[in-house]
């Protein structure tokens, strides 16, 4: 695949990159997720290295709190997030009623 080699020769470029400004990119937390934008149910596995090891890939990643899915909905960022909320107001309603 093309595209795989592309990505490939391209995050060995930042890599050289940061490891001159000193910077090191932990290998166990790098994740890869495809982003798809068509209805088609392709199953596309693709094999990104980082320093020789290959990166796993993901269908969801949470990035800064927000959950993203491969499609890029958030249907599961904003049901965690009702169930948070729902949570806090259950919280919130119990204390008060202590009072």
Do not use: W
């Amino acid at each position: 695949m093309r595209s795989k080699n592309i990505a490939n020769v391209e995050l060995n470029k930042i890599t050289e990159l940061a490891t001159d400004s000193k910077i090191r990119f932990n290998k166990e937390k790098s994740k890869v997720m495809l982003l798809k934008r068509r209805k088609r149910k392709e199953q596309k596995e693709v094999a990104i290295h980082l320093n020789n090891k290959i990166i796993p890939q993901v269908h969801r990643l949470k990035y800064l709190g927000i959950i993203f899915d491969i499609k890029l909905t958030f249907k599961e960022h904003i049901n965690c997030m009702a169930n948070n909320c729902t949570k806090l107001i259950f919280s919130l309603s119990k204390a008060a009623k202590l009072n």
